[in-house]
């Protein structure tokens, strides 16, 4: 089983940035595709980025291409979301997301606040 807390969340003036990361605990974690979602009030939640287990490529929302980077290292179990140019529309809560065959874990969140 894996854990994912994840932190770094706030609130910033809009052109800000943050930092996220999510610490993963449990073995094996290098094995796992790692997402970052968000949710934003009474919306669905959506793929914000992702990066396979190697790291060697990375997928984004066109929301955020340019603007946010995700990356992982594995020897600290943990996964990253650069955010740039934050846009008041990028308000939401933000989840860490471990994924590998049929299992799927979820971290509880963090919220992310950009005032205009």
């Known amino acids: 089983q894996v854990q994912l807390r ?3 969340g706030g609130l910033v003036q809009a052109g800000g940035s943050l930092r996220l990361s999510c610490a993963a605990s449990g073995r094996s974690f290098s094995r796992y595709r790692m997402g970052w979602f968000r949710q934003a009030p009474g919306k669905g939640r959506e793929l914000v980025a ?3 287990s190697t790291g060697s490529s990375t997928n984004y929302a066109d929301s955020v291409k340019g603007r946010f980077t995700i990356s992982r290292d594995n020897a600290k179990n943990t996964v990253y979301l650069q955010m740039n ?13 471990a994924r590998r065959l049929y299992l799927d874990y979820w971290g509880q969140g963090t919220q992310v606040t950009v005032s205009s």
């Open 6 to 8: 994840e932190s770094g």
């Open 50 to 52: 992702s990066i396979p």
């Open 85 to 97: 140019s934050l846009k008041p529309e990028d308000t939401a809560v933000y989840y860490c997301n």
